[in-house]
């Protein structure tokens, strides 16, 4: 039988007391290690959580723990080789897929640790300027934001086992809240391998990092009143969670990331083979095939004035085709697997679904597996559809409704601009659109009249051909989240991450007293 990982509560490394849950390599069918959870004290582990690292971290300045942020991206970057490793076996990706994953996690720590450094010596924010309650300024409010004294649980996805814990932890630690991570069981490996080297190095003070791996069964109701809940996941588990009484009666704080239908658009004006169709279609190929689509920000509608409908078809179809699928272990590779079996089979089920709304442009199923058998690796290869003219756009309701969650997109002809932003919206709320075009007002205009039903838009214009940071690609700096359908959630966008793990009061007082807080 393979290894049990063990679990990290309430201060002791502790296995499940039941048989566990192997967990498998995509490519090669084989376990790898298992995980379980059963038996767990969790109202003990949590409460470890709260008292002991919630008060150690909060003892500390920003800049202490910016510090300790800084030593985790030390400690995870010499420990790189052995991350990569485990991504290919467990999750199936090629060198390139798993860097997003594992590098942009180290990105993402090292970001949080300079923003965190900046803000010096506090332990607590000032949120804006006093305002005056009385004539003479002789009474004032000033609005103060402190570390909330509870745990934040993040319930996790399977597609970033490194990123996904990094994203919320780096914001989270640098605000003082000590953090319990659940991750998604099929890929559970690399997030508690990382939490192990980092609770093992002793970078963080005790109870301040803990990992639950396997059911998430009980995690919900250990929680309490100042806890909060981030989410990243299912659309139907988010409404799970949403309902639970631990948020519904106890006001649990929950950020939730679910499915979106994101969007890239060519504006109108621009020819076939221009600059911007050129950078739509490259972007578009990248965003199918990177980590085989299992990116909740990668591009699922593409959207082109329906003349050029036909010319876009064929040149996103010409790239796809020269994509080699298969093990990642193979250098020819550029696509490795989806995740398991399970989501094989769903991708397989999206995609006939929405194939009976739409055309098939490029057959994935003509891809031979390269290095794998195809009776056990979970790889498929990309497929683009398309819903053929303007009006099968309109007739089309899945492709604006189902996520398929794996390297499948479809391409969708509008009439003109307002057509266009009309279909998008369909897609009631993503994390993000791009727009592709050369001419700046036409996209400044779009991406304001699109901002508001996304949580990022990306505006690729020739200019920024060479340097733009990618359509998929959440950078710290910048938002990520969406409204609707996309769950409502808001993470990352530098210091704004740190809204969600503060709590705001407004504190009443002559001016002597607040003076005080400025004075530090
Ligand atoms: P999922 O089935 O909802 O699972 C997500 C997490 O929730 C896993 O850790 C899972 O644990 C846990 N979970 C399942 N049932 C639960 C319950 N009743 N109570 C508490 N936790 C529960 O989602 P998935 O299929 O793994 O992930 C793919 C989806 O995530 C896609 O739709 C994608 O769009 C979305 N996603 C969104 C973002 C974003 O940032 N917006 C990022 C990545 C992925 P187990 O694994 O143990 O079941």
Request: charged residues 20%.
């Amino acid at each position: 039988m393979s290894e049990l990982l063990l679990n990290h509560l309430g201060g002791r490394w502790l296995p499940g007391t039941g048989a566990g849950t192997a967990l498998f390599d995509p490519v090669l069918g084989d376990e790898l290690v298992r995980v379980d959870a059963t038996g767990l004290d969790l109202p003990a582990g949590f409460a470890y959580a709260r008292e002991q690292g919630g008060a150690a971290l909060r003892a500390l300045s920003y800049r202490q723990r910016a510090e300790m942020l800084g030593a985790i991206v030390k400690l995870l970057q010499a420990n790189r080789d052995a991350y990569y490793a485990i991504a290919t076996a467990n999750s199936g990706t090629v060198k390139n897929d798993s860097a997003v994953d594992i590098d942009g996690a180290i990105y993402t720590l090292g970001t949080y640790a300079k923003l965190g450094a900046a803000l010096g010596e506090q332990r607590f924010l000032l949120d804006g300027e006093p305002a005056a309650l009385a004539k003479d300024g002789a009474f004032q409010s000033q609005h103060v934001q402190l570390p909330v004294r509870g745990l934040a649980l993040f319930i996790n996805a399977f597609n970033f086992p490194a990123w996904g814990l990094w994203e919320k932890a780096a914001p989270a630690l640098l605000s003082g809240v000590p953090v319990v991570v659940k991750p998604a069981t099929a890929t559970a490996w690399l997030t508690q391998r990382m939490v192990q080297d980092v609770v093992d190095a002793g970078i963080l003070p005790a109870g301040a990092l803990s990992v639950v791996c396997g059911s998430s069964a009980g995690l919900l109701d250990a929680l309490q009143p100042f806890d909060l809940l981030s989410f990243t996941g299912s659309a139907d588990t988010a409404a799970l969670l949403r309902r639970h009484r631990a948020v519904a009666e106890r006001s649990v704080r929950v950020n939730i990331e679910a499915d979106s239908i994101n969007s890239a658009l060519l504006l109108e004006g621009e020819a076939p083979g221009s600059a911007a169709f050129d950078l739509l279609v490259k972007e578009v190929v990248r965003e199918m095939t990177v980590k085989s689509g299992q990116k909740c920000t990668a591009i699922r509608r593409v959207f082109v004035p329906q003349a050029l409908y036909a010319a876009a078809a064929e040149a996103i179809s010409a790239r796809l085709a020269k994509t080699t699928v298969g093990n990642p272990r193979n250098e020819a590779v550029r696509m490795g697997a989806l995740v398991s079996r399970a989501q094989l089979a769903t991708v397989q089920q999206g995609l006939q679904a929405l194939k009976a709304q739409a055309e098939v442009l490029h057959d994935g199923a003509t891809h031979a597996l390269v290095d794998a058998d195809p009776a056990l690796a979970c790889c498929v290869g990309p497929s683009l559809l398309g819903t053929r003219d303007a009006a099968g756009s309109e007739a089309a309701d899945r492709v604006h409704a189902s996520e398929v969650f794996g390297p499948v997109a479809t391409l969708v002809p509008y009439r003109d601009a307002a057509h266009a932003l009309e279909l998008i919206r369909r897609g009631e709320g993503s994390l993000v659109a791009s727009l592709y075009g050369s001419d700046d007002a036409r996209l400044a205009d779009a991406a304001l009249e699109l901002a508001d039903c996304h949580g990022r838009v990306h505006v690729v214009s020739p200019a920024v051909a060479a340097v733009h940071s990618g359509h998929g690609n959440v950078m710290p700096q910048s938002l990520h989240g969406g409204p609707g359908r996309a769950g409502g959630g808001e993470e990352l966008g530098g210091l704004r991450a740190l809204n969600f793990y503060h709590r705001r009061a407004a504190v009443q007082a002559a001016p002597g007293v607040l003076v005080r807080w400025a004075q530090g």
